[in-house]
């Protein structure tokens, strides 16, 4: 247990504790080197999930450090935040873990020696606890999208011909991934944009700029004090990012630099293909995990059409007949007579078709 050296993350708020961070250092004050920080733009965005991940993931400690209480920079974030410390402390006790392994503190950006204070404090309290029950050298990481393609110049073009100064702002969400709207391609559409304005006699003044992700509020009020430079803002990210921005901005007007398509993954490098409809009650354990409703070109959920041949669509030999597939998969397990039982007509209410949807988690909610 001597040689133990524990494995510490710590989420920090970028106004507070991060900026403590940057004061301890600059004070050369030492702390253990064993704490990785994380750093957020509120205490309040990170999620019960990320703390759990982090202690599934190999963590031996886990600590948030926020705004000093009824300082938060987004008033309540630093509340939001201890709740789910307390979320994942009561977890953890259910699991047979140490919930003392996740902690919560608070302090300005000024407290440089408190930081490295706490640092030190939950070094020694993990390695009192010693390694975590879990703790494991390898991370791994899921990716699931939502897949856009850009729009063509030519829309772009159209939609800022009066603008004359503008901002682009990308998203290192799913867009980035699916390579459309990440930090390159903000660079190449701005760079695009500029040569074809010259071309017109019309040079125009172009600003680039990539947020986290455009579906946050806390992460879209960076934009705050500059978005009003602007005549207008593209924005390259999913359908839900310029509505967000929109809303966040009432008197900035909002063009979209990219067509949401659907919700997928890849399946070969620089391919991706749809895989959900996002129909609001899945039903994919039905059928071995796989989705009719998405990947039939008629979303038929009670069989096969008699269009299909040799595993095809009729619409397209490139198109997979997932029927094919499911009978295929039930075939091999020997479960064949399951596909006997007649699927209900869907309930599409939990879709698009019963109005705008929403989710509430009331653990996270103030």
Same mark, same amino acid.
């Given at each position: ?5 524990p494995q510490i993350v710590a ?72 709740? @789910? ?22 302090? $300005? ?32 990481t899921r990716c699931y999208m ?77 934009? $705050? ?11 390259m990210a999913c359908g839900v ?9 009432? @008197? ?75 009978? @295929? ?38």
């Open positions: 247990m001597d040689t133990f050296e989420f920090c708020c970028k106004y507070c504790a991060y900026a403590a961070a940057d004061l301890a250092g600059s004070m050369r004050l030492s702390y253990p080197p064993n704490v990785k920080i994380v750093q957020l733009p509120c205490t309040g965005r990170v999620d019960i999930f990320h703390l759990l991940k982090a202690i599934e993931d190999g963590a031996d400690g886990v600590y948030v450090a926020g705004c000093l209480e009824w300082e938060c920079h987004f008033l309540k974030g630093n509340f939001r935040a201890r709740k @789910k410390v307390e979320y994942v402390k009561k977890t953890l006790a259910e699991l047979g873990i140490e919930p003392e392994r996740v902690e919560m503190y608070n302090l $300005s950006s000024a407290m440089g020696p408190r930081f490295a204070e706490i640092a030190r404090e939950m070094t020694d309290r993990i390695k009192e606890l010693g390694p975590s029950p879990v703790r494991t050298e390898t991370v791994q939502i897949i856009g393609d850009r729009k063509s110049l030519a829309e772009i073009l159209d939609m800022i011909k009066d603008s004359r100064n503008i901002l682009i702002s990308g998203c290192k969400g799913c867009v980035t991934v699916c390579n459309v709207g990440g930090l390159k391609e903000v660079q190449v559409l701005a760079s695009s944009l500029k040569i074809a304005r010259k071309k017109e006699g019309k040079p125009i003044t172009i600003e680039e700029n990539l947020l986290e992700r455009q579906c946050d509020p806390e992460y879209i009020a960076e934009l $705050s004090e500059i978005v009003h430079n602007y005549d207008a803002v593209i924005s990012g310029p509505q967000f921005l929109s809303e966040a901005y009432p @008197k900035q007007k909002f063009f979209p630099a990219i067509d949401t398509k659907f919700f997928g993954g890849a399946t070969a490098h620089g391919v991706w293909e749809e895989r959900c409809a996002g129909c609001g009650s899945c039903v994919i354990h039905q059928y071995d995990g796989l989705c009719p409703i998405s990947r039939c070109s008629k979303s038929l959920m009670n069989g096969p059409c008699g269009g299909s041949a040799s595993g095809l669509c009729e619409i397209s030999k490139d198109v997979v007949c997932i029927w094919d597939m499911i009978v @295929k998969k039930k075939m091999e397990q020997g479960r064949l007579d399951d596909l006997l039982a007649v699927a209900p007509a869907k309930d599409w209410s939990t879709s698009r078709d019963g109005g705008p949807r929403k989710s509430i988690r009331e653990e996270l909610t103030q």
